[in-house]
């Protein structure tokens, strides 16, 4: 269970450049996953390009190696181009090519390419895929994979894959979090982790707008189905009255999802008008991966997330509530 694809080791052991991407707007284990990475991959003496489509949110800026990451387009087919045959492609933790984001294409266009991730529904893209939906994030993947290639985890390293795993095990409490994943955060620790700086860093870091967001957007929450379902919102008005971004809104849902009758939470974002990208987190059986992947969207069984154009925030949260009654059998 804890050991890769023995054919992905070897891919990877077999290659000298390696280039990393992952999905848009990267949470912590994206990066995480793809910061640890990066440094164990030097570390075998391997030429690394850390790729992502925009520079590093400021909630994740305490990353070790963030100043490397590449985000132009140029950079990587130079990169490409350089490695010729000796190039690898790994992108993590992404369930389909499309999140990727806008140059999905060109990143895919780097061959070989390998996948690695943990989400439920991952459409298998690459040449390669080492895809476990069990498993807390892919952050432990990584870990995995450095112990199956001999490798060396810094204390680097172990503070980005310890970032990782602490992101989406919400604080080890999710369903996912295993004796192994409380083993690997131990080795993580062993190699000079704090976890205390690590949660600070990720959690108690609010600017004063992001506080004044998270009232604004509690305000809106609207209870239904005697308050099984819980749905909060956030505008682009909100956003321009705090002086905050959409990367402000990260972990709200957790406050809607933590009343006790709460089975699923929703968040409802405009990232602009008559364009929302829905959350979704579930407690229990619910499994809202239907959903999401229902509106053409993916992610787990008890936190996932979809898209929607051409409907407004109302219309929605009309369209989601049927659905949920039924996967609620409610
Ligand atoms: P979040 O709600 O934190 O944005 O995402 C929760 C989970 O759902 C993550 O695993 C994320 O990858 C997935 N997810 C969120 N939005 C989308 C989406 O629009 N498409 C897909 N395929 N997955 C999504
Ligand atoms: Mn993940």
Redesign the pocket.
């Known amino acids: 269970m804890s050991s890769p694809d023995p054919s992905i080791v070897a891919t990877v052991r077999s290659k000298g450049h390696v280039l990393l991407a992952t999905?848009f707007?990267p949470?912590g284990?994206a990066l995480g996953s793809l910061l640890g990475l990066a440094d164990v991959l030097e570390g075998l003496g391997k030429r690394v390009l850390r790729y992502l489509e925009e520079p590093v949110s400021h909630l994740y800026r305490f990353l070790p190696g963030c100043g490397q990451i590449q985000t132009d387009m140029a950079k990587v087919k130079e990169f490409a181009a350089m490695a010729g045959d000796d190039l690898l492609t790994i992108c993590l933790?992404?369930?389909?090519e499309?999140?990727l984001g806008r140059h999905h294409g060109e990143l895919t266009a780097c061959r070989p390419l390998i996948v690695i991730d943990h989400?439920q529904?991952n459409n298998g893209f690459g040449d390669g895929a080492w895809i476990e939906p069990h498993r807390s994030s892919t952050g432990e993947m990584i870990f995995d994979l450095a112990m199956a290639l001999g490798a060396e985890v810094s204390a680097r390293a172990a503070e980005c894959l310890y970032a990782a795993i602490n992101t989406?095990t919400g604080s080890f409490r999710y369903e996912s979090t295993s004796s192994h994943t409380f083993a690997v955060a131990s080795e993580l620790v062993r190699r000079g982790v704090r976890p205390e700086t690590v949660a600070t860093n990720l959690y108690d870091n609010y600017t004063l707008g992001r506080l004044r967001l998270m009232q604004e957007v509690l305000a809106t929450l609207e209870m239904h189905e005697r308050d099984r379902i819980a749905i909060i919102r956030v505008t682009q008005k909100m956003l321009e009255r705090t002086y905050t971004t959409m990367l402000d809104t990260?972990y709200f849902?957790n406050f809607p999802r933590a009343v006790t009758s709460v089975r699923v939470a929703v968040?409802l974002k405009e990232i602009e008008p008559n364009h929302v990208?829905?959350?979704?987190?579930a407690k229990g059986q619910c499994d809202v991966?239907v959903i999401?992947n229902h509106f053409?969207?993916?992610?787990?069984r008890n936190?996932?997330?979809?898209?929607v154009k051409g409907q407004n925030l109302d219309a929605v949260r009309d369209a989601l509530l049927p659905l949920l009654c039924r996967e609620m059998q409610i």
């Not at 053409?296 to 787990?300: A, D, F, T």
């Open positions: 999905h707007n949470d284990d933790d992404c369930g389909e499309k999140r989400h529904g989406d990260e849902i968040f990208s829905v959350s979704l987190r991966a999401a053409g969207g993916g992610g787990h936190a996932s997330g979809f898209r």
